[in-house]
């Protein structure tokens, strides 16, 4: 089975982040401020041997593609920020690219939401700090350009000589066919198949009217896939009849419901539901998440899911490696995460648990691998 956990590169400083948040901020100055909010609450998070490591640092790289490999790791899915040809937080993937030795699988998800000011702002207040224009045909270009270095390395994940490119959220993209078509004939033209795509948010999976026949697969991303269906099918039906709006009109922020204490969901309950979900189509990949803790971001308007640990993870993690042969047909899943410190989601050793979390992905592998070949 190949385990893809999702990989953040927000763990190093850039321009961007100083002007919007101070100067020197990265992931770890949310992480490290971090407290906890009620009795039993899990805060803060610290890396084992407080390793608040710089993404811009090869050898990091070279010591996370070892542990992840060393633990059953098939590859990472990197977060990719392009804003009509403005990058950002691009430097560990480049690094990646031009430093071959580093034995690790990759493909690339482009997170395609705008970037707001939520993490300081007031609720209903959040600005808009950076955005899309998805119409600009000519920028379609640049972005697969830039991409094909990547899609070309030897490393970079392929399936049928396609490379896989995920889509966070496709359905806010007006002409998201004619953009997907021709990115396939580009494919073709630089001597592939064409592309693999897949789309990954939540909200893409509950909103409906958009045309998903292009797709080759949708992920099941979890926590949000089984927990928040109602509350994303909403909001992002909305967003998509009203990003175009919103631009014509110059409008900067957008509306939220105000939340004044942490919501607290169960983690035993969520992965029980996931285990009893049926395969949303026969396309489908199933995703596994290892926890969720958001209140270093957003503090009292965070989410924070009680009772994960390496023991549980594992239990659920190989129940859900037997679904996604028999029942998905697949061999894919994916995982929140590698390395999302701030939401609470990572596979990386802290000092609370360590290697726990790995340790759990390589034995539910090796395990199951040995109840199937008994």
Not at 142 to 147: A, D, P, S, V
Not at 195 to 202: E, G, M, N, P, V
Not at 259 to 277: A, G
Request: aromatic fraction near 16%; charge should be neutral.
């Amino acid at each position: 089975m190949k385990v893809i956990p999702m990989y953040l590169p927000q763990f190093h400083q850039i321009p961007e982040n100083d002007e919007w948040w101070g100067e020197g901020f990265t992931e770890w100055t949310n992480v490290k401020k971090a407290k906890p909010l009620f009795e039993g609450h899990y805060q803060p998070r610290i890396p084992l041997d407080k390793n608040y490591y710089d993404l811009t640092d090869v050898e990091t790289l070279r010591w996370q593609a070892k542990i992840a490999k060393e633990h059953g790791i098939y590859g990472f899915c990197f977060y990719h920020y392009w804003f009509n040809s403005k990058l950002l937080l691009e430097k560990p993937m480049e690094l990646l690219l031009k430093n071959p030795d580093i034995d690790i699988n990759y493909c690339v998800s482009w997170a395609n939401h705008n970037w707001e000011d939520s993490w300081k702002a007031s609720p209903g207040r959040e600005k808009i700090l950076i955005g899309h224009d998805f119409d600009d045909e000519e920028d379609w270009i640049k972005h697969f350009n830039y991409l094909l270095p990547f899609f070309k390395d030897p490393r970079y994940m392929l399936e049928d000589n396609k490379p896989l490119l995920i889509i966070y959220i496709p359905n806010i993209i007006g002409k998201l066919n004619k953009m997907l078509a021709l990115w396939n004939k580009m494919a073709v033209d630089a001597g592939f198949e064409g592309l693999k795509y897949a789309f990954q948010s939540a909200m893409s999976y509950h909103s409906g009217g958009w045309d998903r026949s292009m797709f080759d697969y949708g992920i099941e991303f979890q926590p949000g896939y089984v927990n928040n269906k109602k509350k994303w099918f909403a909001s992002f039906n909305l967003m998509k009849y009203t990003h175009k709006v919103k631009k014509a009109l110059g409008i900067k922020r957008r509306l939220q419901i105000s939340q004044k204490q942490v919501s607290i969901s169960d983690y035993d309950k969520t992965w029980k539901k996931i285990l009893n979900n049926k395969p949303s189509a026969k396309n489908a990949i199933p995703s596994a998440f290892v926890d969720w803790d958001n209140t270093p971001r957003k503090q009292e308007a965070g989410s924070v899911y009680l009772g994960a640990t390496p023991t549980k993870f594992k239990h659920y993690f190989k129940q859900l490696l037997l679904k996604a042969k028999h029942e998905y047909k697949t061999d894919k899943i994916f995982v929140f995460a590698w390395n999302e410190w701030a939401e609470g989601g990572y596979l990386e050793p802290d000092e609370k648990f360590q290697f726990g979390y790995l340790n759990a992905i390589k034995e539910a592998l090796i395990e199951q691998n040995e109840l199937e070949n008994s």
